[in-house]
């Protein structure tokens, strides 16, 4: 009988480089690797307030202590103390392992050996979850395994790559075969950032999270939505969760802090409410609730809330909870292209259209976030098949009459997230030299990050 702890392919460590036949011996090694790798080089130092107070920090942006006093929490640091503190930030599991995109090789495959781990499906809120690996094989030897609904895994991925130049075979996407060591739950930062392995990556990961800071204020105004909000000009009332989505929006703006217990209490209130009537819901009231929850977890982004761990982490399940009803009731996809699936109406064109912003905007913040809900949520696309959004004309029409005008000047240059990078990758080619520029001349913000965001993938 073959040894189930050998691969088919050598795996080789993220780090180090070094090269592997065992999974054992790999995962031990990773483990040692990382931990080694994120291990303080220098004594960590107490923030100002700690230091004269002559009491234990906590160490963390913002500390415990000053945090619950309203004190400044200020750190005098040197250089070394900043690589310390950004690699405290880079929070991964013992066996996190790197992007199956990240070598241009065309014979690094994601394929691996059944028994040793199983792939599911990319989904919504399953991104944060990722575990990347890298394993050298044969050309030939691109089929992924079958997936399992029953792996845990409960850590995020950290690692950004470049992708190969050319797409041929669809990766099944994130590949999830760890399960968080006991006693490290806490040490999670939820909404820190993501660090990326590449240093050209930081400045597209910088400007995705600056738009992202932008969208409580973007809900102050129907003009003003974030680009996965659909106005709704058709209609004179907003769906009920995106009215009092835009009302908390309102109180938020006041910058008031003796109002932000309130308003934190309110949001939980309402996202509760939601999860207590998820079985009257329709698909679209959940997923304007789905819609809502983002702009909730961008406000406790650009307050920094981390502090407050458990309000985050219920936060954050409710949100997965909503996501997996959604997908349970459409067939495990949150998201389908409107080529594959044609919309009859307006009202049915902005639904679709709504779907595969919100799936493109989640996207971009897993890039980026740390979110790590408690449970998963499962879909069945992957990220190069993730549409691209429609013309910024054809998403704005005030009108039935409108919409239908700029359909009828669609011209589809480029459908998927994967056609996009692959023309990014050939940018010096004079063909994809005009596709990209008549697909940026007609797109929004969104399309924008997106561009961005191929640096990330």
């Known amino acids: ?9 050598v795996l080789s460590c993220p780090t180090c480089n070094k090269l592997f036949r065992a999974t054992s011996s790999y995962n031990r090694h990773v483990s040692y690797c990382r931990r080694a790798q994120l291990r303080p080089k220098v004594r960590r130092t107490s923030c100002r307030a700690c230091k004269a107070a002559k009491v234990r920090c906590s160490f963390q942006r913002g500390c415990t202590r000053c945090t619950s ?3 400044d929490c200020i750190y005098e640091r040197t250089s070394a103390v900043e690589h310390v503190a950004t690699a405290r930030d880079q929070v991964v599991s013992v066996e996190s392992i790197m992007n199956p995109w990240s070598s241009h090789d065309q014979s690094f495959s994601a394929s691996v050996h059944p028994q040793v781990m199983g792939i599911l499906d990319f989904n919504l809120t399953d991104v944060e979850v990722m575990q990347e690996r ?5 050309v030939n030897n691109g089929g992924l395994a079958p997936g399992s609904r029953d792996i845990l895994a409960v850590t995020h991925f950290d690692s950004v790559g470049t992708l190969p130049a050319t797409w041929n075979l669809p990766f099944d996407f994130p590949m999830k075969n760890s399960v968080m060591p006991e006693g490290h739950h806490d040490d999670f930062g939820y909404l820190s950032r993501i660090t990326p392995w590449k240093a050209y990556a930081q400045h597209s990961a910088d400007l995705i999270v600056e738009a992202l800071y932008a969208i409580p204020d973007q809900m102050l105004r129907r003009e003003t939505f974030p680009p ?7 209609h004179s009332a907003l769906p009920e969760p995106l009215a009092v989505c835009m009302h908390l929006a309102s109180t938020y703006s006041s910058r008031s802090s003796e109002l932000r217990p309130f308003l934190w209490r309110t949001i939980l209130t309402e996202q509760r409410r939601a999860i207590e009537r998820i079985d009257t819901l329709s698909d679209r009231e959940i997923l304007a609730q789905v819609q809502a929850g983002i702009v ?4 406790r982004l650009v307050d920094q809330a981390m502090h407050d761990l458990e309000w985050t982490r219920e936060m954050l399940t409710l949100q997965n909870d909503l996501c997996t009803r959604f997908l349970d009731n459409n067939e495990s996809s949150f998201c389908n292209s409107e080529e594959a699936h044609p919309s009859l109406t307006w009202e049915d064109w902005i639904y679709a259209e709504s779907r595969r912003r919100t799936s493109l905007i989640w996207f971009l913040i897993t890039r980026t976030i740390v979110i790590m809900p408690k449970t998963e949520c499962h879909t069945t696309i992957s990220p ?5 959004p429609a013309p910024q004309m054809q998403w704005q029409a005030q009108t039935r009459e409108a919409w239908l005008e ?3 000047t669609e011209d589809s240059v480029m459908t998927t997230f994967g056609s996009l990078v692959n023309v990014k990758q050939h940018i010096h080619e004079q063909e994809s030299k005009q596709k990209l520029g008549l697909w940026n001349a007609r797109m929004d913000r969104l399309g924008s990050l997106l561009n961005i965001a191929v640096a990330l993938v």
């Open 1 to 9: 009988m073959a040894d189930v702890g050998l691969v088919d392919a």
């Open 69 to 71: 006093k309203g004190l």
């Open 134 to 138: 890298t394993s050298i094989s044969a």
């Open 228 to 234: 996965f909000i659909h106005p709704h000009w058709s």
């Open 296 to 299: 909730y977890l961008t406000m």
């Open 384 to 388: 190069e098949t993730l549409p691209l």
């Open 406 to 408: 700029e359909l009828g």
